[in-house]
């Protein structure tokens, strides 16, 4: 039931993209079925951190989705780097509340995740890693998920 | 609460305000009890999903559930003024207890509120597709779940056979052609499939026995070649769809696809038809059902009626008069009488029914009324034979003493006997005198031989082994 309420959804999600392109910057890749959708995403304004270079999202849909967030992590390729960010690792995996079982919203989906992190990447202006990055990055075998972030830093 | 660490919430979700507050606000109660008495009423059919129904031309971005995308099904709206189909916010509030739009808090079970019609107007007024493989039929959606349930041949319903947990579409769920999910063998390509999978096969998957159709080349399976040739082959004579509405183009079918797809002019007028007639099955089956619910509600206010007679007749009437009564009621002039009496019957079929009713309460009063007397009658019996049996068990319980008195004397009687016999033997009688010890041994013994021919006496005759104590 609830997996079909998913893949429902997510039809719904892929029909919308198709009919009506999708905003400025964000590009489907690949949604050859429902649970993992790659996109590829830019920064379109002048923050000299991020321009011109494009960044791989890979999405895994849950089950439950849009009850709860789907996993959403940047995928480093030759030519897509992992976007420079103090809330973004090194691996790809991205600290951000919306992304978390508080943070999210069921009225979320696909293209508002995207902006979400479109304008988080403008908005910021540091060009660094989370603390302990390496430490985190050697370390950590868990899915995004999994992860109990400490929303540290209200200010990025 | 975690801060939101970087998007500020407008900017997260520019792309998703379907709900503002002024915008929708349906209604549930109509549809929601809708749906609840379909599936309290015909649990033979699978709920209707509504997330699954395909929307025929533009809906409204206004009208579509944030959750699910889709137009609200039975749309709720929170206390913040947003709308969700009642499944999406229940679920989504399973996970958090707060709108998903606003992060409100939201107390399920009384938070609710209840919405004006015109939303649910516009969504009963949206034109869908009926969701069934292989039904074409389109209607609007308030119309959908009555086609759905009650007259679309390809609605999946149990299988005939009650052993059978599988379902099968409609149109073959006919008693006479028993469980459709047992195997089968096609008869051309030897193929074993499911009953219900036949006709599928025969037109898509069946490589025995093909033929080729004269007009277009097509190979079809043989049987199936009139089929094709009155329903697909592009080749054969056809005419156009709306030739019910008045167009007479009759051509090869695939000139006749054109034309119908370039727009016959008769295309308005048939629609108008079909809807028409959509419209009439509709009134026909509610005017159905209407006169049911009139049938049973006038029965009920007779049956009220005659129950509030019987009442306000005096409760001393016994079942004779009742009886005569009624006999009197049933001659020649009943219905004219009856008639006067109780105003206006409709007709003589309403007349004879509530006569008919009146006849069963009676029947009714009658029956219970011999239960009664039966009951009455076995209890006096029993209070008569009770005295009876009681004189028979004091009876027979005397003569059980006389018979135990009688047995002791007998004893005692053969005892001074062989007492006799063996003092006349042994020695003197010593009446009332004190034994000697010679004397005590041997009485012992013939006593004891006394006792034990009793006791197989006694024996054989099924009683106690005891003699006779008093």
Redesign the interface.
Known sequence: MSAQFATKRLGKELQKIRNSRLPPGIELVSAENLEEWLLDIQVLDDNPLYQNQTYRLKFRFGSTYPIEPPEVVFVKLSDRPIPMHPHIYSNGIICLDLLGQQGWSPVQNVESVCMSLQSMLTGNSKNERPPGDDDFVRANQLRPKDIEFYYHDNTV | ???????EEG??????RPASPTLPRPSSPHLSSVIAYASRADSAVLELDY??IEYIGHVDETLLC?????PFHSPITTPCGHTFCAG?IN??L???PSC??D?QPINKTRDYHRLPLIVKDQLDRLKVKCPNNGCDHECLREHLEGHYERRCQFTLVRCPDTNCTKRVARRDSLPENGCMHRDICCQYCNEVMMVAELDAHYDHGCTGAVAVCSECDATVVRHRLEKHKSNDCPEAEARCKWQSAGCRVAKKRRIVREHERDGCLFEAIGRLLDERSEDRKIIDDLTGRLTTLEMRNRRREVRRERRNETAARPTNGSVSLDIVDLGLSEDGTLFAGSATDNGAWASPEDYMLAQFERMETQMDDLRKKMMEMDAHQSLNLLQHTARANEQLAELASKVGVLNMHTTWLMNMQRQNYAQQRSGSVAGPPNNGMPATSDDGAARAASENAVRRQEGNRRNSDGRGENPPRL
């Open positions: 609460m975690p801060p939101p660490n970087t998007p900017v997260t979700a520019p792309g998703t997330q699954a944030p959750v699910c995308r889709t999406c679920r989504a399973e996970m958090q998903p739009i992060r």
